[in-house]
Each structure stands twice: as C-alpha cells, then as structure tokens.
C-alpha cells in the first residue's frame, strides 16, 4: 500500500491499556477511531463490524485477550472466559480460532503475572506478521498482473474483486489488494472494478475508500454487471479474498464470491482467490459441506445507511412485513478456482497444489 505505516488496529502509544481501531461502519463518512479498553469492546467490535475480515478479526481477537489478562483476576482464567465468548462471534473466518489458539497456548504456558505482557507481545507479532506475509501475496500476485500488462501491450488491466479483502481487511496491504498497489507503484495501468457487495457494501464502502485513498483507477458496479462485464472483454481477473480456505481448496468468501467464479469460468477469466496461510482450515475437506455459514441480522437487508443532511442516516427500503434471509458468505468449489495466491507463490487449488506450498501442515 502506498501507505506503509497506516495500520487497522494498535496499541495507544500513550496508553497500553487501550487497543485502537477504525470504525469502520462510518466508512466511507467519517474517520472515527475507536477505543477499546476490555476483552468485552473487542467482542462488541467483532460481533458488529467496527472490524471485519478475517486477518483483522484474529488480530482484535488476540488484542482483545490481551485487554481480558491486563484486568483479569487471575489473569489465565479470565483469558479462558474472552476466548470462549470471542469464538462464538464470527463462525465463517477461520484466523479467529487461530488467533484464539495462539494465544490460549501461551496461557498454557505462562504465569500469571507474565501473560498479559507475553500476550501483547505475540498480539504485536500477528499483525507484524501479517503485514509481511500481505506484502508476499501482493508480490507473488503482482506476477499474474504482469503477464497480462505484457499480453496487452501495456494496456489497462482490468481487475474484479469483490467485498473488501484490502488493507481495512487486515493489518495493512490486504490479501486481493496487495497486487494491485504493487503493480501501481511498479507503474502498471491498473483498474478495479469494485462490487458494491450488498448487504453490507464492504465494496462501496471500504474497498472504494482504500483504493481512492492511494490513488488506484477504479469503478463501481453492483454485484449483478460482472457476469456482463465479462462477457465484453472488461475483466482480465477476478482476485478475490477469502474466510476459510479447505485444504483441498475450497473457498468460503462473502456472499455473491460463487456467482463471480460462475460467470468467470463461463467466460474463461481467471479467477484467483488471494489467502494467508493463517485462513486455511487443514480440518476441513469439503466446503460446502462443511464450512459453517454465518447468517446475520435481517436489518442488513431491509435497511440502508448513507449519508443526508449532512448525517449518517440508516432508512428501512422495504416493507416490515417482508420475510428476509441473511447469508453472510457462500463457497466456492475448488474447480472453478484458476489459483490460490499465497505468502509462499500461488498453486493450484486442490489438497496437491496446498501441499506443495505448506507441506508441514498437509502432512498432519
Ligand atoms: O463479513 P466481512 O466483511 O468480515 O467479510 C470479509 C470478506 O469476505 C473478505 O473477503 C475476507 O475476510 C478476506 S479478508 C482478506
């Protein structure tokens, strides 16, 4: 990202009892930073989206037990109580059990008096880690954006992505964004087309922010014109994040993800899904059946925010009566996936391609 020091989530430098945070529901608005100063704030901040995606959810997860062993008393037992309540919140994004994890095995090992130092450490090095293994997705990535600069002469890139899987959505960079800032700042003509990704406008909202931000061509478009898109020729690729990835590669990613892949694969446009290695869920084979859906509040559909008067203004579009569904993500099968673009260099998604890059996690 143009901007190397901007970060989703820190530590008060005047203050180490309060994490910090974007609100990123008053996105694109307003600019509000949040203070989080218990376990229970980072719950709130989970639960309803001041943060959302899923390196920045492991992340406020493992800063929130950070806040549960700073007030505890005792401090291991009260991370214990956090970790519980913080699992239940988001059951689709798998790097929130992994972050839970992490941390719980230093309880595990610590004492008391030493965990909430300990675990603001290795909260630090999440993100730290995260920034770093962004950036290697957005270079292995950059490679994919090359080869069609160079097919077209130089000429405009055309990029898909959907929902927000950019810097907002982890620490800095983000998964399906790093690419692109990347080939921006190499000089690539790059351009996004950005899904609105209704219900909750991740892509107007967020992703369109970030991108206006630093800098990068883009256009918005709702969820339904990809498909004409690439009929016409005006999508090279389709990068786009994901929640949980199986390790035969399956991806869960926000709800609309699937259709992309359909339309693209009718179309012969490669369609790329951009992880961590900390998304992949070694547990789990077979996605669709096996990934848990996470199914949210029916206000996200039947009401919409935006701005009037000069006022962030929520009003109900439809009629109260109407009975609504809410599913969050879908899942995309492995077969309609050209790659997986990882810290590690991009392979094939399937249990083989997976291997080939983390083979000590294939093998457990
Ligand atoms: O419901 P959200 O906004 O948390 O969903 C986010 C996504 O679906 C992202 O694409 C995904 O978490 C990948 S973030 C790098």
Same mark, same amino acid.
């Given at each position: 990202?143009?901007?190397?020091?901007?970060?989703?989530?820190?530590?008060?430098?005047?203050?180490?009892?309060?994490?910090?945070?974007?609100?990123?529901?008053?996105?694109?608005?307003?600019?509000?930073?949040?203070?989080?100063?218990?376990?229970?704030?980072?719950?709130?901040?989970?639960?309803?989206?001041?943060?959302?995606?899923?390196?920045?959810?492991?992340?406020?997860?493992?800063?929130?037990?950070?806040?549960?062993?700073? #007030?505890?008393?005792?401090?291991?037992?009260?991370?214990?109580?956090?970790?519980?309540?913080?699992?239940?919140? $988001?059951?689709?994004?798998?790097?929130?059990?992994?972050?839970?994890?992490?941390?719980?095995?230093?309880?595990?090992?610590?004492?008391?008096?030493?965990?909430?130092?300990?675990?603001?450490?290795?909260?630090?090095?999440?993100?730290?880690?995260?920034?770093?293994?962004?950036?290697?997705?957005?270079? #292995?990535?950059?490679?994919?954006?090359?080869?069609?600069?160079?097919?077209?002469?130089?000429?405009?890139?055309?990029?898909?992505? #959907?929902?927000?899987?950019?810097?907002?959505?982890?620490?800095?960079?983000?998964?399906?964004?790093?690419?692109?800032?990347?080939?921006?700042?190499?000089?690539?003509?790059?351009?996004?087309?950005?899904?609105?990704?209704?219900?909750?406008?991740?892509?107007?909202?967020?992703?369109?922010?970030?991108?206006?931000?630093?800098?990068?061509?883009?256009?918005?478009?709702?969820?339904?014109?990809?498909?004409?898109?690439?009929? #016409?020729?005006?999508?090279?690729?389709?990068?786009?994040?994901?929640?949980?990835?199986?390790?035969?590669?399956?991806?869960?990613?926000?709800?609309?993800?699937?259709?992309?892949?359909?339309?693209?694969?009718?179309?012969?446009?490669?369609?790329?899904?951009?992880?961590?290695?900390?998304?992949?869920?070694?547990?789990?084979?077979?996605?669709?059946?096996?990934?848990?859906?996470?199914?949210?509040?029916?206000?996200?559909?039947?009401?919409?925010?935006?701005?009037?008067?000069?006022?962030?203004?929520?009003?109900?579009?439809?009629? $109260?009566?109407?009975?609504?569904?809410?599913?969050?993500?879908?899942?995309?099968?492995?077969?309609?996936?050209?790659?997986?673009?990882?810290? $590690?260099?991009?392979?094939?998604?399937?249990?083989?391609?997976?291997?080939?890059?983390?083979?000590?996690?294939?093998?457990?």
């Amino acid at each position: 990202m143009a901007d190397e020091g901007f970060r989703t989530i820190w530590l008060n430098p005047d203050d180490p009892s309060i994490v910090q945070i974007i609100d990123q529901r008053k996105l694109p608005h307003e600019y509000c930073i949040q203070d989080l100063t218990s376990w229970q704030d980072g719950l709130v901040a989970i639960d309803d989206m001041f943060v959302r995606g899923a390196p920045l959810i492991g992340a406020t997860a493992a800063w929130s037990l950070y806040l549960a062993a700073l #007030h505890g008393n005792p401090a291991g037992a009260a991370v214990r109580v956090a970790a519980a309540k913080l699992l239940a919140s $988001r059951p689709t994004a798998v790097n929130l059990g992994w972050a839970v994890e992490r941390i719980l095995r230093i309880v595990d090992s610590t004492t008391d008096a030493d965990l909430a130092q300990q675990i603001r450490a290795d909260a630090q090095a999440i993100c730290d880690e995260d920034v770093q293994i962004c950036r290697a997705i957005g270079q #292995h990535g950059l490679t994919l954006l090359e080869a069609i600069s160079k097919r077209k002469g130089g000429g405009t890139i055309n990029v898909l992505t #959907h929902c927000n899987a950019g810097a907002l959505a982890t620490i800095n960079w983000g998964t399906a964004t790093a690419p692109i800032y990347l080939a921006q700042q190499q000089g690539l003509d790059v351009h996004v087309w950005v899904d609105e990704t209704r219900p909750r406008n991740q892509g107007s909202q967020l992703t369109a922010w970030e991108l206006a931000r630093n800098g990068v061509p883009h256009t918005l478009i709702v969820d339904n014109a990809g498909g004409h898109l690439m009929q #016409h020729g005006q999508v090279d690729i389709v990068i786009t994040g994901t929640d949980r990835t199986t390790r035969a590669g399956d991806v869960a990613n926000k709800i609309g993800t699937y259709l992309k892949a359909l339309a693209a694969f009718d179309n012969g446009v490669p369609f790329y899904v951009a992880l961590p290695s900390t998304t992949i869920d070694w547990a789990t084979r077979d996605g669709v059946r096996d990934i848990p859906i996470e199914e949210r509040d029916s206000t996200e559909v039947s009401h919409l925010t935006g701005i009037a008067n000069d006022a962030l203004t929520t009003v109900r579009t439809v009629m $109260r009566t109407t009975p609504i569904s809410n599913y969050a993500f879908d899942v995309t099968p492995a077969r309609l996936v050209s790659g997986l673009i990882t810290e $590690r260099g991009i392979c094939e998604a399937s249990e083989a391609g997976l291997a080939s890059l983390f083979p000590e996690e294939a093998n457990t």
